[in-house]
Every structure is written in C-alpha cells, then in structure tokens.
C-alpha cells in the first residue's frame, strides 16, 4: 500500500482500493455528492495505476 499512497493522486480514498482480477488495475469508492461509484486509481498527471504484468500486455 506504501507504493500505491507514493505514486497515487492526493484525492483519492487510498483506504477503499481494491484490485480489480478483470482488468489488473486498482480502483477505489468515489463518494460523490449524488452516488458512490469505483473509479480507477490514477497517478498525479492522469495514468490508471495497473499491475505490471497488465502495463506489458
């Protein structure tokens, strides 16, 4: 989780990411002001945070 807080956007609930198996990508709750959707976990300048094995494919 310590690679993940370092190279993830600041406004992103790091405490509800999970690992999606479908995609290799992590992805958190985003809890809006009208619903609560998952959305993925991103880096600062905008690119999905993905398991290696899924960048390379």
């Known amino acids: 989780m310590t690679q993940l807080s ?6 992103q609930d790091l405490q509800s990411v ?3 198996p479908e995609d290799g990508c992590y992805w958190y709750r985003h809890v809006g002001p009208v619903e ?3 959305l ?3 880096t ?3 690119r999905p945070i993905c ?4 960048a390379e494919a």
Do not use: H
Not at 6 to 11: H, T
């Open 51 to 54: 398991t290696q094995r899924v």
């Open 44 to 46: 600062a300048d905008g």
């Open 18 to 20: 999970r690992l999606r």
């Open 6 to 11: 370092a190279m993830a956007a600041p406004y």
């Open 40 to 42: 993925p976990l991103r």
């Open 36 to 38: 609560t959707t998952l």
